[in-house]
């Protein structure tokens, strides 16, 4: 009864009252959709998905060697390499696409290209992540016998490793590619 009386006393009951009125308002506006307005919406859903879909394939090319030097099986250096490869995908996974993109329109200005990098910025961490977990996850046994066909290092990455990740790094940037567009 006291937490009831408590929140009574600081609800502002002319918002409750009001709010039935505000939600005809804006239903009686939503329905029957203005049809007339759709012609002003194609060109900023063409940017929408251009930022989304040039941001991801930056954060893809960019995310794919770090993958590789974050993951224990494929980094040249496990105590130096891999913590850098570690710092940039939970930095990039730690600032949010809104900080990004108020940093980059502060620095090159409001547009597609402020989005566009602030999409690839964020997307990074994310895609860099999973891939190297997907990486680390392969199966040795398809590594080991390319290497004892005599394969050099190029040739076990391309016949041994990439075969076995690129199912999850199409999941994976499409998956991404699915999180930027919204």
């Given at each position: 009864?006291?937490?009831?009386q408590?929140?009574?006393?600081?609800?502002?009951?002319?918002?409750?009252?009001?709010?039935?009125?505000i939600?005809?308002?804006?239903?009686s506006?939503?329905?029957p959709?203005?049809w007339?307005?759709?012609?002003?919406?194609?060109?900023?859903?063409?940017?929408t998905?251009?930022?989304?879909?040039?941001?991801?394939?930056?954060?893809?090319?960019?995310?794919?060697?770090?993958?590789?030097?974050?993951?224990?099986?494929?980094?040249p250096?496990?105590?130096?390499v891999?913590?850098?490869?570690?710092?940039?995908?939970?930095?990039?996974?730690?600032?949010?696409?809104?900080?990004?993109s108020?940093?980059?329109?502060?620095?090159?200005?409001?547009?597609?290209?402020a989005?566009?990098i602030?999409?690839?910025?964020r997307?990074?961490?994310f895609?860099?992540k999973?891939?190297?977990?997907?990486?680390?996850?392969?199966?040795?046994?398809?590594v080991?016998?390319?290497?004892?066909?005599?394969?050099?290092s190029l040739q076990?990455?391309?016949?041994?490793?990439?075969?076995?990740?690129?199912?999850?790094?199409?999941g994976?940037?499409?998956?991404?590619?699915?999180?930027?567009?919204?």
């Amino acid at each position: 009864m006291y937490c009831w009386q408590r929140v009574s006393e600081s609800t502002t009951w002319f918002f409750v009252w009001d709010a039935p009125r505000i939600a005809a308002d804006i239903g009686s506006r939503m329905i029957p959709p203005r049809w007339s307005y759709i012609n002003e919406l194609w060109v900023p859903l063409w940017d929408t998905l251009n930022i989304a879909t040039i941001g991801t394939m930056m954060a893809i090319v960019m995310a794919v060697p770090v993958a590789f030097l974050a993951a224990r099986n494929t980094t040249p250096s496990t105590k130096f390499v891999r913590p850098i490869a570690l710092l940039i995908i939970v930095s990039s996974r730690s600032i949010n696409s809104l900080i990004w993109s108020l940093l980059l329109v502060s620095i090159i200005g409001p547009g597609v290209v402020a989005g566009i990098i602030a999409i690839s910025l964020r997307s990074i961490g994310f895609i860099a992540k999973l891939l190297y977990e997907a990486i680390e996850e392969i199966d040795k046994n398809q590594v080991e016998a390319v290497t004892a066909s005599g394969a050099n290092s190029l040739q076990i990455l391309i016949y041994g490793i990439v075969p076995q990740i690129l199912p999850a790094f199409a999941g994976i940037s499409v998956f991404r590619w699915d999180i930027n567009i919204r």
